[in-house]
């Protein structure tokens, strides 16, 4: 048992250094690349006097900008730390990297296991990057609720929603995604939305 319990920990280990160096990798490559696009693309704006031209270099800018968005939250998950001070507090901040105005309560005080804060973390940080793709509002409220046999999270947003019935096949990967981990470890998932009523999410874990 001791040298399987070796075995795991120099394989997390192991993961732990990949991921490093993956997330070192594109910042270095791919963000510089995008970078080096935006401020080539604005210089292009300035430069030239055809007003379709500088419609063609704002694009290809606004579109650099937004890649660059995406790659700092992919840079982020890879980046297995955060949660050395919380689950909520890796939340949020990985909210506010995002540009979303969180707001986060915390009920009860039991310990969560550590397989299963993964999991919500993971869940968290599609839940809120979902809400920066597709909510059309950036303020978010985050409700954390433990005890001594499970743990709730609660993720909800006001923005335009969207039309969902519980009978009806979960509409995208991301929200699947949620699902599957959650079930995984013999959880429920509840998902509410409606078109102008905003979104929530609902993760009961037992442990």
């Known amino acids: 048992l001791k ?10 280990t192991a993961l732990v250094a990949e991921r490093n160096r993956l997330a070192r990798d594109l910042h270095d490559s791919v963000n510089q690349l995008l970078f080096s696009l935006s401020l080539t693309a604005r210089a292009g704006v300035e430069m030239t006097e055809s007003d379709d031209v500088k419609q063609t270099f704002t694009y290809i800018q606004d579109m650099a900008q937004e890649a660059l968005g995406e790659m700092r939250a992919l840079i982020w998950q890879l980046r297995p730390v955060g949660l050395e001070n919380g ?6 901040s990985f909210a506010e990297m995002l540009g979303l105005s969180i707001e986060t309560t915390v009920t009860g005080a039991a310990m969560v296991p550590g397989k299963v804060e993964e999991a919500l973390w993971r869940i968290g940080q599609e839940a809120l990057a979902n809400c920066k793709k597709h909510s059309q509002t950036t303020d978010v409220v985050l409700h954390l609720q433990t005890s001594k046999d499970e743990v709730k999270m609660t993720i909800k947003d006001m923005g335009c929603g969207f039309h969902y019935e519980e009978n009806l ?3 995208s ?8 981990r959650t079930e995984g470890l013999n959880g429920t998932f509840s998902l509410q939305s409606k078109p102008g009523s905003g979104t929530e999410i609902e ?5």
């Open 203 to 207: 993760i009961h874990i037992p442990f």
């Open 173 to 180: 990967l991301g929200l699947r995604n949620m699902k599957k």
């Open 3 to 12: 040298r399987i319990k070796l075995t795991q920990r120099e394989q997390q």
């Open 87 to 92: 689950l909520v507090s890796a939340l949020r």
């Open 169 to 171: 096949e979960i509409p």
